[in-house]
Every structure is written in structure tokens, then in C-alpha cells.
């Protein structure tokens, strides 16, 4: 069955400094991959996906992530974060033939920004 | 564009009270998803239909539950009767059943059951 880890459920880093959220997935074959990030009160926004080709994929907001089929890991990146980047982030998971269809959400990790 | 439009978002009701929260999903999607937020069970997929359809409904966790799509443009979720344990934030997502079309997600309803 597939799933979807995130290791780290709380994370704190300094405006300014690089940021890494870990994300690692379990699937048989090569799945579609998302980032979403959930700010207080409000629904999910999709941050970026991956489906095929380049392995690295840029979203909004400044951040990046790098699909690595041979560790199982879809780990997000920005190099700079800013005080609004403070909020939970989610990566999910899908069957590489419909994004539309069941998707598996990680558990999620809450970002703080230090001043 | 609007986006996924859920109501109410706000909803305080005693336990034993029907709940019904609404979704409109983006015009031209196809499939629609219910899911459920808690803090110790995280982000829940309750329900999901395509073209109006529920395709699994595996994750509704129990018959008090009940979830409708009459059409295309909207979608129902029901708990009767209600009980505290089902006081979480309800979110409503929508998206193409085409391919590489991720899914958008309302603001959600926070409901709170006393």
C-alpha cells in the first residue's frame, strides 16, 4: 500500500536561513508527488508536483523539490525562508495514472520562522 | 477564478443536532472529495466522487455520516445525529479528472460539536 512519511513534525528556522522538509513515500511504481502548504484557517495550496521528467520542479513562493526514485524521497527546499513561509506543510502522493484520484497526505510539518 | 467554496465556515452545534456543510466545487471539475482535519488523526479522505458519483467512500466512519453530489456544482456532507468526537475542520477539494490536475482545496467549515 502506498504511504507517505514526514519525519519531522516541527521544524524552526531563522528568517533568512535555507530551509529542507523531508518527505519519503512508499509506492510500487513511480507515483505523482506533491507539496501543499496550509497557513492558519485556511485550506491546502499546491506549492508544486512532480509527474515525470526533470526530477527537480520549482513551485511558487520560492521553493523547489527534488525527486530522488532511489532513496524514495521527495524533499522540499528554499534557500531563504521568509516570516510568511511560517505554516504546516504537507506532501502527498497519488497513482501514477490519476492525480485526480485517492491521494495520500503526510502526517505534515509545522514550520516556524525565528526573527 | 473562484476557487472551492464551502460554508458555513464556522458551525457550533449541541451533540444529537444534524450538521450539513456544503461545497461548491471549481466549474468544470469533475471529481470532489471530502475530507476531515484533526490534530490526532491529521488530514482524512472521507469520501470522493467522480461526475457525481461516489467512487469510495471507505474513509466515512460511520453511518451517521452521509455525503451527496445531486450535480456538478454542489456537494453535501451529513452527520446526524452528531457527537463532540466529530468537532474537526471539514474540507471540501475539487479537481479535473484529467491528468497532472492536482486537487484545490476550499477554506474549509470548522466544526465544533458541544
Known amino acids: 500500500a502506498q504511504s507517505v512519511t514526514q519525519p519531522d513534525i516541527h521544524i524552526t528556522v531563522s528568517e533568512g536561513a535555507s530551509l529542507e522538509l523531508r518527505c519519503n513515500y512508499s509506492?510500487?511504481?513511480?507515483?505523482?508527488l506533491f507539496w501543499y502548504v496550509q497557513s492558519p484557517g485556511q485550506g491546502l495550496q499546491l506549492l508544486l508536483k512532480y509527474f515525470s521528467g526533470d526530477t527537480l520542479v520549482q513551485g511558487i513562493k520560492g521553493f523547489e523539490a527534488e525527486f530522488k526514485r532511489s532513496q524514495s524521497s521527495f524533499n522540499l527546499r528554499k534557500p531563504s525562508v521568509h516570516w510568511s513561509d511560517a505554516a504546516e506543510y504537507f506532501c502527498a502522493v497519488a497513482p501514477g495514472y490519476s492525480s485526480a484520484s485517492k491521494i495520500i497526505f503526510g502526517s505534515g510539518t509545522r514550520l516556524s520562522i525565528r526573527p | 477564478d473562484a476557487g472551492v467554496i464551502q460554508s458555513p465556515r464556522h458551525e457550533v452545534t449541541e451533540m444529537g443536532q444534524e450538521v450539513t456543510l456544503r461545497c461548491k466545487p471549481i466549474?468544470?471539475?469533475?471529481?470532489l472529495f471530502w475530507y476531515r482535519q484533526t490534530m490526532m488523526r491529521g488530514l482524512e479522505l472521507l469520501i470522493y466522487f467522480n461526475n457525481n458519483v461516489p467512487i469510495d467512500d471507505s474513509g466515512m466512519p460511520e453511518d451517521r455520516f452521509s455525503a451527496k453530489m445531486p450535480n456538478a456544482s454542489f456537494s453535501t456532507l451529513k452527520i446526524q445525529p452528531s457527537e463532540p468526537r466529530d468537532s474537526a475542520v471539514y474540507f471540501c477539494?475539487?479537481?479535473?479528472?484529467?491528468?497532472?490536475?492536482?486537487?484545490?482545496f476550499g477554506d474549509g467549515t470548522r466544526l465544533s460539536i458541544l
Open positions: 477539494a475539487s479537481s479535473s479528472r484529467d491528468n497532472n490536475q492536482p486537487q484545490h
Open positions: 466549474s468544470g471539475h469533475n471529481s
Open positions: 509506492y510500487g511504481a513511480t507515483p505523482y
